[in-house]
């Protein structure tokens, strides 16, 4: 996506501050997990563990140990058991004077690996450098999971002056150009389900956000190729985006170019840029 210009906040992910979890409830929203308590093969110390992780945030970069119990949802001796454990293995940090808790840097080992793994990323590559050198304009790769996309690879503009939109960025899909390319790749009834389950609601005047208009406009997508949001999460912000397959045409993701309302017209960007993306994620695809 392009850069933030005077934009509607975009939506914090994670617990919020102050909300008690069950600590016997395991879900998609708090921890990016589908399993459940009941599991019998799920390790509930393992999930207890990332839960504490995942506490952390812009809103909370330190905690004290009753503030990590809080946000977690377990008890203060439970909360010391898992930030000792972390501390020891090097996730988390110790003020020794304050006694509070943060992230350290060995927080993006788990990142590094995958972004150094993933075969679709790997193919990409390629095509994201050769794109951003010729548009000079931001080039992203995104995944879907669950209800929002997550950017995993991005090139700057030189045009960009100020974003906070960097590598692990989630936004909600049926808002943004790549997420309503991956759902417009789905079986119809997949993606209306999916929508389902989205909180929508508009971010800036022009968002596409009621149930009937998003539906027909992921359809429009599935005949085109491609998709466009133009200033639907960020004001400025003006995004084509086409979607990457997989083995049988799965959709596994989404390249996309953005660019700045104040340097190009909708319809300029679309002429000019649609059949870029479509011809890299194609060259991405999975024959």
């Not at 690879?153 to 002056?161: A, E, I, K």
């Amino acid at each position: 996506m392009a850069p933030r210009r005077s934009a509607s906040p975009a939506p914090k992910t994670g617990v919020p501050a102050g909300t008690d979890i069950d600590a016997g409830t395991v879900t998609a929203e708090n921890t990016g997990s589908e399993g459940r308590a009941g599991d019998p093969l799920m390790v509930m110390s393992v999930d207890k563990a990332f839960r504490v992780l995942h506490a952390f945030d812009s809103s909370r970069p330190s905690m004290s140990l009753t503030q990590v119990a809080a946000a977690v949802g377990m008890d203060k001796s439970a909360a010391q058991r898992f930030t000792y454990t972390l501390e020891k293995l090097g996730y988390l940090r110790k003020d020794p004077v304050t006694k509070r808790f943060e992230l350290t840097v060995r927080s993006l080992d788990i990142a590094h690996h995958y972004l150094h793994s993933n075969a679709m990323l790997q193919r990409a590559m390629p095509y994201l450098m050769h794109l951003s050198k010729t548009t000079e304009e931001t080039i992203n790769l995104t995944m879907m999971d669950g209800t929002e996309i997550v950017f995993v690879s991005r090139f700057m503009s030189r045009h960009v002056l100020n974003t906070d939109v960097i590598v692990g960025t989630r936004m909600p899909a049926y808002c943004t150009a790549p997420g309503i390319a991956i759902l417009s790749r789905l079986p119809a009834a997949e993606a209306a389900a999916l929508v389902d389950r989205m909180d929508l609601k508009p971010y800036t005047p022009t968002t596409t956000w009621k149930r009937d208009e998003l539906l027909a406009k992921i359809a429009k997508s599935a005949v085109s190729g491609y998709a466009t949001a133009f200033e639907e999460f960020y004001h400025g912000d003006l995004s084509v985006a086409a979607a990457i397959t997989g083995s049988g045409g799965v959709p596994v993701g989404a390249l996309n170019i953005a660019v700045s309302r104040a340097r190009f017209t909708p319809e300029e960007m679309e002429e000019r840029f649609a059949p870029l993306v479509v011809a890299a994620a194609g060259s991405v695809s999975q024959r």
